[in-house]
């Protein structure tokens, strides 16, 4: 534990002014970010008495072992930064909200030729309006098969869609009225995109205008006997209003706000936001989160309006933002909402009214939140705890081993041989941590082998770090002169590898404990990995497959855990998700391995122009038979990349396979 007073600033050091501040652990991660009107003044109360501070900032400015500043011009960019910050480096110490489920959303794929209308789930992507998210899947599905019929817009996937067209017959939906049929021409790709804008609109809540028009419409039709005509408007009219009654009239001034509210004990918090457009609620979400600071709802309130608006942009922001208190003080957070509208935001308290009356039911939707995830989460915290304490009693740990490391090897008939580790915190996956490795020094199948290499690599990387942040001085860091940084093991799954400059770093932290998955050979292996490092504060065990024992390395006989504990159970999971990462890896090289082509090698060749060229010629026999200039004709390609192209292909074929009967070359399709 550190004392603040070790990295306290200067008296005078810390600018009188707008700014950010980072507080960084003893491996220089930063573990807390704020933003302040003055950083002399907020600083200031971060150093003073221990005892006058709040149980959780006491332990932040323990756990800290240096501060540092940005000075911004105003409270605004102040905001922004911070923001930038906590996604950036992710500090344990800030409020975090999360999802307690992943909602679904309508989503039109503006970006394709023909839109697309579906249900989508997880990140946003570019050139895809969305709207919601909402409650239920079914749900969106139901309204959208009452509009198809007003808005005869394409549901299918791009396999349907290139199917029909190839045989020149719509699907079920084209042949009922559901769908244009663009696909076969039925309408143009214009009229389509004018349907797809026209559904978009409406579900946006434009509705009024839109079934005016279509009334106006139907009764053109009626007073020129067209009658069928007048039908079928009258039809889409009601189909239209069914789907609008899906969503009640909350507000009858049409609004279109966000309504935040907030549910909160000592230890946690829960946010729930009601989308209304055009009056109607047309989609919900929620958050909970760990308050890990001492923060009141002011402050969660702002976090919330980060989270829910920070990658937004345009109508996504609404003109009006509900909340059960404003930040302290609300001018910064107003601004940056209406710089990122485009126009003027609201933000306010509703006080009197359907907005006050609205803003109880989310109140109470936050308050159901809340109570059923600590119902759910007091089942599962006492279930881990149990687990990590069985775990250290088995194998005789002095502590609970907070920190996992599980380690799989995986291979193909002997080839394309590949290592995983995989990282549970508190008895959680931790996917951001996890790393796969290319076995460089075995050569076919050697499971024990590729295990002392891979330990040994992840080990290395970790006494380099120790080395050289100075905090190692034991003989382990003789074992590793000599070793230069190691290339990248590949990516993490989950999030991209951290830097030193604050980020989680690769292989910075040690576990608590190792889990191989094998039996006494690779623990052995792994426990002679740690020894030639001078490693010894690290336990190690190995999972067997066949009758799921433990073993403990210089043990003649293993460990054997009831099949009802709950250590067990978890042990299990770490090493199956090990062997689930190894797999994935392994499959992904073989895949790219058989999908190699001679294109691969040309330099200055990218996916686009080889898929142009394959496209163009057929094939790489054809393509190898073609001249120079018949290559140029390929749009993108000119001359210079051609004679590349044929240059290389040349070469290659040169060397191929040659009938030894007629000297003929073997060409590959």
């Known amino acids: 534990m550190a004392d603040p007073s070790s990295y306290r600033p200067e008296p005078g050091e810390v600018p009188d002014s707008p700014g950010v501040y980072r507080f960084r652990d003893e491996h220089g991660r930063v573990i807390y970010v704020g933003k302040a009107k003055s950083l002399r003044q907020r600083l200031a109360s971060y150093f003073q008495d221990l005892a006058n501070l709040h149980v959780r900032t006491r332990t932040m400015v323990t756990t800290a072992a240096s501060v540092e500043w940005t000075v911004v011009s105003t409270e605004v960019e102040a905001l922004q930064l911070e923001y930038s910050w906590i996604k950036e480096f992710d500090p344990r110490f800030n409020v975090k909200y999360r999802d307690d489920k992943s909602y679904p959303s309508l989503a039109v794929t503006l970006d394709e030729e023909f839109p697309r209308v579906q249900v989508m789930r997880g990140p946003k992507k570019k050139g895809v309006r969305y709207f919601g998210p909402y409650a239920h899947a079914w749900a969106i599905r139901e309204t959208v098969d009452l509009m198809l019929r007003a808005f005869p817009v394409r549901t299918c996937s791009a396999g349907v869609f290139k199917r029909s067209a190839q045989i020149g017959r719509p699907c079920l939906l084209g042949y009922i009225g559901k769908c244009s049929a663009p696909c076969v021409g039925r309408v143009s790709a214009e009229e389509h995109r004018q349907l797809a804008e026209e559904f978009c609109d409406f579900v946006a809540g434009h509705t009024g205008a839109y079934l005016r028009r279509l009334e106006r419409e139907m009764k053109q039709a009626a007073e020129e006997m067209e009658y069928e005509r007048a039908a079928r408007l009258r039809d889409d009219m009601d189909a239209l209003k069914r789907a609008m009654e899906k969503s009640a009239v909350v507000l009858t001034d049409a ?5 935040v509210a907030v549910a909160e004990d000592e230890l946690e918090a829960a946010v729930q936001i009601f989308h209304v457009r055009g009056g109607r609620v047309r989609g919900q979400r929620g958050w909970v989160t760990d308050k890990v600071e001492e923060i009141g709802t002011p402050e969660l309130v702002e976090h919330a309006l980060q989270q829910l608006y920070g ?8 003109k009006e933002v509900l909340v059960p208190a404003l930040p302290d003080p609300a001018a910064p957070v107003t601004q940056w909402l209406s710089e990122r509208r485009g126009s003027a935001v609201s933000l306010r308290v509703p006080r009197r009214g359907d907005k006050r009356a609205l803003m109880e039911t989310v109140r109470r939707n936050a308050q159901q939140a809340l109570a059923l995830h600590k119902t759910k989460r007091a089942s599962d915290l006492t279930t881990r705890s149990r687990a990590l304490e069985e775990i250290a009693e088995a194998l005789g740990l002095d502590s609970a081993p907070l920190r996992v490391e599980c380690f799989d090897i995986s291979h193909f008939q002997g080839d394309d041989v590949v290592g995983s580790m995989v990282v549970f915190e508190d008895g959680l996956a931790r996917k951001s941590e996890y790393r796969r490795f290319q076995i460089r020094s075995v050569d076919g199948q050697d499971d024990v082998r590729s295990m002392h290499e891979v330990i040994s690599r992840r080990f290395r990387r970790y006494l380099q770090e120790k080395r050289r942040t100075g905090e190692w001085g034991g003989d382990g860091g003789q074992a590793a002169e000599g070793e230069g940084p190691e290339p990248a093991e590949g990516a993490a799954e989950g999030a991209a590898p951290r830097d030193e400059d ?24 792994a426990r002679s990995a740690l020894d030639e490092l001078g490693i010894d504060d690290v336990a190690v065990c190995g999972l067997a497959k066949r009758l799921e024992e433990v073993w403990i390395p210089g043990e003649d006989d293993p460990v054997v855990l009831p099949r009802t504990s709950e250590g067990l159970y978890l042990l299990q999971r770490v090493r199956d998700e090990a062997h689930r990462f190894a797999i994935r890896y392994q499959r992904s090289k073989r895949s790219k391995a058989l999908k190699a082509s001679p294109l691969d090698a040309v330099p200055g060749l990218g ?26 004709e390929v749009p993108g390609v000119g001359r210079k990349t051609a004679e590349t192209v044929a240059a290389a292909l040349g070469a290659k074929s040169s060397g191929a396979a040659v009938n030894t009967a007629t000297g003929e070359i073997v060409e590959e399709e």
């Open 607 to 632: 996916a686009s122009r080889k898929q142009a060229l394959i496209k163009h010629f057929g094939s790489l026999k054809r393509l190898r038979a073609a001249t120079v200039e018949e290559i140029c």
């Open 255 to 259: 609004t279109d706000a966000d309504l």
């Open 502 to 525: 604050g980020r989680p770093k690769k292989f910075a932290y040690p576990p608590q404990l190792i889990v191989v998955d094998g039996g006494k050979p690779q623990v052995a292996a």
């Open 311 to 318: 990658e937004e942009r345009g109508d996504a922001v609404p």
